[in-house]
Each structure stands twice: as structure tokens, then as C-alpha cells.
């Protein structure tokens, strides 16, 4: 008998999952307690801009014409108890307000409202990003609040997607973490994910704590890696060195490698600030804090590149933002994306706009979210109106539309022909042949 799989929480990394398990054969039953999110789903449509993740949905969305119907929503808890023998929990845990610990509240709601309707064997299966020590917490809970009682056993399955390749991470892995205490969860989860170690990604199997230590443990490695390159780029601003040369000799080194190695204003979005932070706060309360006080120093070079990227752009205007036009390209926190979670383009350009600049905002895709978020700033139909009348464009966002900009047209309706890039993305030479001033952080003004 084929399993059949349910996915709690249909967020970003629920509504991937569910949709990659019907495309792998599973019947799949997602359930949310959103009803708009619900409607949305069942309609084939995503609650946000993922490549690939509406096509996908759409193939297996049940009552879609021409869908294989292998995959329904749901509100009902009873429903998704009977429906499923895997039940995945893939709930948020954002940073607690005014913490750095994760907000595990959604999680312990997901377990207490599953867990009474849980009375026959099941596989219940953790992907949220949790302090390391929950999983233990959560399958004592399970054993003693479902009817079931030992036969409702849990096991912990990191997720890895990085936004704008989620479907490919998910239905091309490049590894599969599960902690498991029984051969019967490790078999299990081989059957689930057979299609994927089949063509070669690897299954690595560990105990609780490790399975939930790999995903902060990642992060953290490559939060680490960017705010170094962005530490050396401000060592490159004071010495007159050329940060991205600098990066291109060490990346050659293969026990460096040349990913997350482009300075700039650093990094955002929902997980690597709230991990590291959660990481840190959870180290403390283990009593192994001193091991991660180097994360603090992660955390702060990546937020002090957006102060000195305000800092650059001030400067380039002359001192003073009052009076002067700012062109904005990006506001998602990363390309291929519109998640606008702590992006350090919107701080940025909300920064200027505090200190009374006045701030035209274009992202290919984030515009809505940009507006919910900031609706103080202006916000442009294109580039090119974003650009309109600037005094200065920063390029904040390294989306492919803008490194394929035509600079000798933005300079026709530019008011200066100046430009601060931020990502360090695009081709300096480009732009100072069409008449540009050129500058990036930690690079030579010439």
C-alpha cells in the first residue's frame, strides 16, 4: 500500500513540499488554518512568487482540469489524522519580538491540535527550523497526548530550500537529514524520499539533536562566509584594495570555494538573521554560549553594511539627502524571489527616506509585499521610471533584469549619471563607458 502524506502549513515551505510530493506519486491531503491560503490553494494558486511552484501545484491540485488530482487542502485536524500515515509539520518559527530566541508557538499548536486525533500508527515528521532540544520536548508530547501513544512516533527532517530554487531543492536534493529513533521511522522516510535516493542524494541518518543542529549549523557556516567578505571589503575601502579580485583569487581555492563570496549590503530575508539569532540564544540557554559569540560578529557586519551603504550613498549626493531624488532597484532580499523579510534593500531605501530623501523603489517581483511593508516610499513600474530625475541609483537587489540594463538608455532620463551598486553584480567597465560614475563597496572609484 501506497503511504499517504499529509503537510501542516502551507507557507513557503509547506505549499513546495506538498506540491513536490504529489509530483514524486504520493496522494498528499496540505492543511492550513488560513482559509484564504486554503482557497487560494485549491484554485492551483501560490501565496508567493516561487519559480516553478505554480506549474507544479497546478499538475496535482485536485478539481483542476487535467491535474493527476493527487493533492487536496484541508482545515480539518480529524480529516488529516485519518487521511494520513506521514504527517509533516512544516509550521514557522520566526523570531520571538523583542528576542532572539525562535517563537516556537506555531509548532507546539500544530503537535496539541494533531496529536488527540492521532489513533492509529503514524509517522509524524518535523521540517521547521526548531531549537535544538525540541524534538526530544515534542515526541514526549506526542506519546503522551495521542490516543495512539508509542505507535505516534516522530522524527525530525531539516528543511534546505533556498528561495528561488525550492522545487529543484525539494525534488533534487543535495541531502536528505532525518533523525529517526526506530528503524521503522528510517524505513519510512527511505520510502518518502526513494525517488530523489535513487538518483543520488545522499540520506544521512542521526539522533534528534543532530538533525536539528544541521540546518542552524548551515546558516550559520554561510552567514559566516558573506559577513567575512563583507569585513574584508571594508578592510579593502580603507587600504584602496579591489574586494571583488580579492574574492576571485581566494575562491579559487577549493577548500574556500567561490559561493556567498560577493560583498555587499549583506544578507536577509526569513531565515539566516532569525537562525543565527535563535542559534545564539539557544547556545545560551545550553550553557554553550561562548562557542557561538562569533555569530554576534556576524550579525553585526551584516547589519552595519547597510548603514554604510546609506553612509556611501549621502556622501556621493554631497552630504545631505534633502532635496535629492533616489532611485531604488530591488526590494526583494534576494533575486528570483518577492519576499521583502528583512530585506536590506527596503532598509536601505527606508533609511534614505527617513533622512528626507525622496526614494523610487522598481523589484521585478516584491512591489506588493515592498508597498504593504513601506508605503511611505514611492515605488516605479520599471527601472526606467524608477530612474527618472535620480540623482543617484542604487542597485540593491542582483535580479537578472538589471545586470541586462541598457545604462546608455537610464542615462537619457537620469538627472546624474551615477551609480552605487550594492551587490557588486554588475560590470563596472558597462557603466563607465556609457558615461556612469561607478561605485561599489570595498572597490576602486576608477
Known sequence: MSLKITVIGTGYLG???????????????????????????????????????????????????GATGRLRF???????????????????????????AADMSYVDAAFASL?????????????STVP????????????????????????????FLREGFAVEDTLHPDRI??????????????????????????????????AELVKTAANSFLATKISFINAMAEVCEAAGGDVARLAEAIGHDDRIGKKFLRAGIGFGGGCL????????????????????TFLREIDSINMRRRGLMVEMARE???GSFLGTRVAVLGAAFKPDSDDVRDSPALNVAGQIHLQGGQVTVYDPKGMDNARRLFPTLGYADSALEAVRGADVVLHLTEWREFRELDPAALGEVASTRLLLDGRNALDPQVWRQADWTYRAMGRPTA
Open 115 to 127: 496529536a488527540p486525533h492521532l489513533t492509529g500508527p503514524a509517522l509524524v515528521v518535523g521540517k
Open 177 to 210: 537529514v532525518v533523525g529517526v529513533r526506530s528503524e521503522r521511522a528510517e524505513k519510512v522516510l527511505r520510502e518518502v524520499y526513494a525517488t530523489p535516493v535513487g538518483e543520488g542524494s545522499p540520506f544521512v541518518v542521526t539522533d534528534f539533536p543532530t
Open 273 to 292: 538573521p532569525k537562525d543565527i539569532r535563535a542559534f545564539m540564544a539557544r547556545a545560551g540557554e545550553l550553557g554553550a554560549d561562548q562557542a557561538l
Open 132 to 159: 535544538v532540544g525540541s524534538a526530544d520536548r515534542l515526541a514526549a508530547y506526542l506519546a503522551e497526548h495521542a490516543p495512539a501513544g508509542a505507535d505516534a512516533e516522530l522524527a525530525w527532517n531539516p528543511e
Open 74 to 100: 484541508t482545515m480539518d485536524w480529524a480529516e488529516i489524522a485519518e487521511f494520513g500515515d506521514v504527517h509533516f509539520v512544516c509550521v514557522n518559527t520566526p523570531q520571538k519580538y523583542g528576542e532572539y
Open 15 to 65: 505549499a513546495t513540499h506538498a506540491a513536490a510530493m504529489a509530483e514524486l506519486g504520493f496522494e498528499v491531503l496540505g492543511l492550513d488554518i488560513v482559509p484564504e491560503k486554503i482557497d487560494l490553494l485549491r484554485r492551483g494558486e501560490v501565496p508567493m512568487y516561487e519559480p516553478g511552484l505554480r506549474e507544479l501545484l497546478r499538475r496535482h491540485v485536485a478539481g483542476i482540469e
Open 316 to 318: 556621493a549626493v554631497g
